[in-house]
């Protein structure tokens, strides 16, 4: 583990931006609101005179009470002072507000933009990245960015404090305003040389906040898993590990930032006492009068600190461009699955073709090899094979999940990469082994893949599925809250629901992926009599492990290593006496049996 632990958990679509790159990126998100942020710098301006004119006040009125006492009146200059700084307050609470909003706003806008990039992206990104890690990017990164724009705002109106000064000190004593600003190159130097290892150490410490915010929800999705196999234990350990990795990360974080504040101190200390040593030699020449000396004295605070403030400005700066440099990769991560056209399809007839295609997921693991199959409009087609064989491949090809590396795959003739998918997709119906469900009513579930539907719709739907039965079974009927991932629901209550959510749909192609694999025998009865009705009158493509799934399809097609090595009906391929009857013999018939046997228990 190197000092700045480079290259931490960095993911493949991360890059590297300039300063400069991020900086016009980010303004490009403030152009929408430049009148706001107009605005803001008009009374940050007026806020610095404000503030600068305080010194000056209590400058003058030194001076006055020294050289012409008679003259110097206390309430007015009480009324002037009470005057600028009500004025700055008024100034700056504007500021904070107009800033807030303006923030806010773009706030808003780059994680909507944020949330927008994590739906486009295919799902192979999702194979390959934790969800914690995006959701990290997707809340922390981006209100890292909007406290960092904050941090800069604040900053502006202390810097345009300290050039308003300088040059009214610059009106008042040439040489001691020289002396005043001689160590600023010194200190602002110092401080962007910092950004070089703060800008490292910051994005390390995203990272493994990130990984962090990924463990921890994994755990918990997963915590069932873990109470079943005891294994709290365990996965506690593991937390600790990454936690302690964590730690020490944000360690050497602190360390770098807390260094560089002794050296910014020391060098404005030398300033200070070179600013006190000439202001003592000339107020005893009589060159400086009272008035002047405090207002160098006062001069000094108001410059330094502004200035040895850059690098703590710089840590919190780097944190921004390093969580905004995190957002924008995830905005700008390429999608392997590109369309060469854009064409909205509102009807399919469901015919599909794979014309000697090359599939993988991974460089070097072939899935599928000069795939050739056609699947006819309406036809059932069923998918069999052991596991690898690339039949959900099928499946995820064709809801175009993913990007193949050769050949071509046609829907009704036409390339699949010439439409538009959010069109394409609305005449899919999926239903998966274990469907997943929303938090919400098991009518809002139903009501998921088609928003307009009435509740007439919804509730004649719900009874074409097992005629209804299952809906005795539910606690509200229709109304039964299904909880989060539809906990409250059995397993093939979810299936059941899965299926009407397809049905009220009415897809043109429907995908069954093993849908029965989990189930018990009256609700696989239940969920046969609701896929009896979607398979009607439309293309279909089952994988499936029960028999009662295949064994009427259209034509059964057997899987091995990406191939097509027999293809038929159940009893051509039966008396054929090829795999498919091995695999029929060894498994299928088996459980067949067993499915009798458990019916007539």
């Not at 710089?314 to 921004?320: C, I, M, P, R, T």
């Given at each position: 583990?190197?000092?700045?632990?480079?290259g931490?958990?960095?993911?493949?679509?991360d890059?590297q931006?300039s300063?400069?790159e991020?900086v016009k990126r980010?303004?490009?998100?403030?152009?929408?609101?430049?009148?706001?942020?107009?605005?803001v710098?008009?009374?940050?301006?007026l806020?610095s005179?404000?503030?600068?004119s305080l010194?000056?006040?209590?400058?003058m009125?030194l001076d006055?009470?020294?050289?012409?006492?008679?003259?110097?009146d206390?309430?007015?200059?009480?009324?002037?002072?009470?005057?600028?700084a009500s004025?700055?307050?008024?100034a700056?609470?504007?500021r904070q507000w107009?800033?807030a909003?303006?923030?806010?706003?773009?706030?808003?806008d780059?994680r909507e933009d944020?949330f927008?990039?994590v739906?486009?992206?295919?799902?192979s990104?999702?194979?390959?990245?934790?969800t914690?890690?995006i959701?990290?990017?997707?809340?922390?990164?981006t209100?890292?960015?909007?406290?960092?724009?904050?941090?800069?705002?604040n900053?502006?109106?202390?810097l345009?404090?300290?050039?308003?000064?300088?040059?009214?000190?610059f009106?008042?004593?040439v040489n001691?305003?020289l002396?005043?600003?001689?160590?600023?190159?010194?200190i602002?130097y110092?401080?962007?040389?910092?950004?070089i290892i703060?800008?490292?150490?910051?994005?390390n410490?995203?990272?493994q906040?990130?990984t962090?915010?990924a463990h921890i929800?994994?755990?918990?999705?997963?915590?069932?898993v873990a109470?079943?196999f005891r294994r709290?234990q365990?996965i506690?350990?593991?937390?600790?590990?990454?936690n302690?990795?964590s730690?020490?990360?944000e360690?050497?974080n602190?360390?770098?930032?807390?260094s560089?504040?002794?050296?910014?101190?020391?060098?404005?200390?030398?300033g200070?006492?070179?600013?006190?040593?000439?202001g003592?030699?000339?107020?005893?020449?009589?060159?400086?009068?009272?008035?002047?000396?405090?207002?160098?004295i006062?001069?000094?605070?108001?410059?330094?600190?502004?200035?040895t403030?850059?690098?703590?400005f710089?840590?919190?700066?780097?944190?921004?461009l390093a969580?905004?440099?995190?957002?924008?990769a995830?905005?700008?991560a390429?999608a392997l699955?590109?369309?060469k056209?854009?064409v909205?399809?509102s009807?399919?007839?469901?015919?599909?073709e794979?014309v000697?295609?090359?599939?993988?997921?991974?460089?070097?693991?072939?899935v599928?090899?000069r795939?050739?199959l056609?699947i006819?409009?309406g036809?059932t087609?069923?998918?069999?094979?052991?596991t690898g064989s690339?039949?959900?491949s099928?499946a995820?090809?064709?809801n175009?999940?993913?990007e193949?590396?050769s050949g071509?795959l046609?829907?009704?003739?036409?390339?699949?990469?010439?439409?538009?998918?959010?069109?394409?997709?609305?005449?899919l119906g999926?239903?998966?082994?274990?469907?997943?469900?929303?938090d919400g009513?098991?009518?809002?579930?139903?009501?998921?893949?088609k928003?307009?539907?009435?509740?007439?719709?919804v509730?004649?739907?719900?009874?074409?599925v097992?005629?209804?039965?299952?809906?005795v079974?539910?606690?509200?009927g229709?109304?039964t809250q299904?909880?989060e991932?539809?906990?409250?629901l059995?397993?093939?209550?979810?299936?059941l629901?899965?299926?009407?959510?397809?049905?009220?749909?009415?897809?043109a192609i429907f995908?069954?992926?093993?849908?029965?694999?989990?189930?018990?025998?009256?609700?696989?009865?239940?969920i046969?009599?609701?896929?009896d009705?979607?398979?009607g009158n439309?293309?279909?493509?089952?994988?499936a492990?029960?028999?009662?799934?295949?064994r009427?399809?259209?034509?059964i097609?057997?899987?091995?290593?990406?191939?097509i090595i027999?293809s038929?009906?159940h009893?051509?391929?039966?008396s054929?006496?090829g795999h498919?009857a091995?695999?029929?013999?060894?498994?299928f018939?088996?459980?067949?049996?067993?499915?009798?046997?458990?019916?007539?228990?």
């Open positions: 583990m190197g000092f700045l632990m480079d931490l958990d960095a993911e493949d679509y890059r931006y300063d400069w991020l980010i303004l490009g998100y403030f152009k929408p609101h430049l009148w706001k942020m107009v605005v710098g008009l009374v940050v301006f806020s005179l404000m503030e600068l010194p000056i006040v209590v400058s009125a006055q009470l020294q050289f012409t006492p008679e003259t110097f206390p309430v007015g200059v009480a009324v002037i002072l009470t005057a600028a004025m700055s307050w008024v700056n609470m504007v107009l800033s909003e303006a923030v806010g706003d773009v706030t808003l780059l944020a927008s990039a739906t486009e992206r295919d799902m990104f999702y194979d390959q990245y934790p914690g890690k959701v990290s990017r997707t809340l922390s990164d209100q890292a960015f909007s406290e960092t724009v904050r941090l800069s705002i900053l502006m109106s202390q345009l404090l300290v050039v308003l000064l300088i040059i009214y000190l009106t008042v004593n001691m305003t002396i005043l600003i001689a160590i600023i190159p010194f602002v110092t401080a962007l040389k910092f950004r703060a800008r490292r150490t910051v994005t410490s995203r990272r906040l990130a962090v915010n929800q994994e755990s918990i999705s997963g915590i069932g109470k079943a709290e365990m506690y350990d593991e937390f600790k590990s990454v302690e990795k730690y020490q990360v360690k050497i602190g360390f770098v930032f807390s560089i504040f002794p050296i910014l101190i020391t060098i404005a200390g030398v200070v006492a070179a600013v006190v040593w000439f003592i030699n000339l107020a005893q020449a009589g060159v400086l009068t009272a008035g002047v000396w405090f207002l160098f006062q001069g000094m605070g108001r410059i330094w600190f502004p200035l403030s850059i690098a703590s710089w840590s919190q700066f780097q944190l921004g969580a905004g440099e995190r957002v924008f995830l905005l700008d390429e699955v590109k369309q056209a854009d909205q399809v009807h399919i007839d469901g015919g599909i794979f000697d295609m090359d599939f993988h997921y991974n460089e070097g693991e072939q599928l090899r795939f050739n056609e006819r409009p036809e087609l069923a998918l069999v094979g052991h690339g039949k959900s099928i995820k090809l064709i175009r999940f993913y193949y590396q071509e046609l829907v009704d003739g036409r390339d699949i990469r010439i439409f538009n998918l959010p069109s394409y997709r609305s005449q999926v239903v998966t082994q274990t469907p997943f469900l929303f009513t098991v009518t809002e579930n139903i009501r998921y893949g928003p307009e539907a009435t509740d007439e719709e509730i004649d739907i719900a009874y074409k097992g005629r209804g039965d299952w809906l079974s539910l606690q509200d229709l109304d299904v909880g991932r539809g906990g409250n059995s397993m093939g209550q979810r299936q629901v899965a299926i009407a959510r397809v049905l009220l749909q009415d897809p995908i069954l992926d093993e849908a029965t694999a989990s189930v018990d025998p009256l609700t696989e009865t239940l046969q009599e609701g896929l009705v979607l398979l439309r293309t279909s493509i089952v994988i492990h029960r028999l009662s799934t295949i009427h399809a259209d034509r097609i057997v899987l091995d290593q990406g191939e027999e038929g009906t009893d051509q391929l039966m054929s006496g498919y091995t695999l029929y013999d060894s498994y018939r088996h459980q067949s049996l067993e499915y009798m046997e458990r019916m007539a228990g």
